[in-house]
């Protein structure tokens, strides 16, 4: 005789759809509406007739791929590209081997004041960008910086880090001084995952600790390192606040300077939406590009190192 099934009450079938309205409402509102938005105009543009007075002088118009040839062609685009790349080679590499570095000193046993430490090194992200583009802006001034009058006093040359080619490491020291904490969060918090037994197997077989940290724990945490620098690449792509807030400081920093200047000063200077939509476009579909085809790399490396 078989037990005949109960079925579960439509209520509680459809509980997990209901759940999910709120998030999908806010996806759809703040991410694909924008998305959609910026696509759609990024294949218009504006026709003017006569001298552009008057009702019906200007009409938007379907432009195809125009604006998409006009961007590719466009040299200010690919020079800030280029020197997005130069501030990426300087960032990224430099933030995360501090990140993993810090991570690894406060797993040690005999690290002493551990919870303030782990505090000092994440409170810089805590800090907003433009509130610390603005602190080392001012630091970087030699009319204000202390570090410019102790060296005068000291009767050593001053930089000037707002002009050529320390204009790069001034930015990147921005970046990695605000993103290396949260970094390290992301790492020492899987290295506090690993089981101790792990390391007391390892101290038993005569392993130091710098064996330990080498062999038994970068490698545990390769998972932590994909992620971690899958945000740095796209926080470096999108970098926007600190030249923009380092600009008034300096005539090095030219209004197009990053992308994502370049899209601003079209969109909203030029007054050249059309344009600029179809810079983001390309922007984040670069952006979608490097991180899809870095997370293939990544998990076809570990495919690979799990089989063997």
């Excluded at 020291?173 to 790492?187: D, E, L, Q």
Aim: glycine fraction near 8%.
């Amino acid at each position: 005789m078989t037990r005949a099934r109960r079925r579960k009450p439509y209520g509680v079938k459809s509980a997990p759809y209901v759940f999910l309205i709120p998030a999908t409402a806010l996806f759809l509102l703040f991410f694909a509406l924008p998305i959609g938005y910026a696509v759609y105009l990024s294949v218009r543009r504006t026709e003017v007739s006569g001298l552009g007075l008057g009702r019906g002088a200007r009409e938007e118009v379907w432009a195809g791929f125009a604006n998409y040839r006009e961007a590719l062609s466009d040299s200010e685009l690919l020079h800030g590209a280029l020197r997005i790349l130069g501030y990426g080679a300087i960032v990224v590499p430099v933030m995360l081997g501090l990140a993993l570095l810090f991570a690894l000193l406060l797993d040690t046993e005999r690290l002493r004041l551990r919870g303030f430490t782990r505090l000092a090194i994440f409170l810089p992200y805590a800090i907003p960008g433009v509130v610390a583009a603005l602190m080392w802006g001012f630091l970087y001034l030699p009319d204000v910086s202390p570090f410019y009058f102790v060296l005068d006093k000291a009767g050593l040359p001053a930089p000037d880090l707002l002009d050529g080619g320390p204009l790069y490491a001034a930015l990147a020291n921005i970046a990695v001084w605000g993103g290396t904490g949260f970094n390290m969060i992301v790492i020492y918090t899987s290295l506090r995952a690993i089981p101790g037994e792990v390391f007391e197997a390892a101290r038993l077989d005569g392993c130091s600790q710098l064996q330990i940290a080498l062999r038994i724990k970068i490698p545990m945490v390769a998972p932590s390192l994909v992620l971690t620098f899958f945000f740095s690449i796209i926080a470096t792509l999108q970098v926007f606040n600190e030249p923009t807030t380092l600009k008034p400081l300096t005539n090095s920093l030219s209004t197009t300077w990053s992308p994502l200047m370049k899209v601003y000063q079209d969109a909203f200077v030029n007054n050249d939406i059309y344009a600029a939509a179809a810079q983001a476009v390309i922007v984040a579909a670069v952006t979608l590009a490097l991180s899809f085809g870095f997370l293939r790399a990544a998990n076809s490396r570990t495919k690979q190192g799990g089989s063997q």
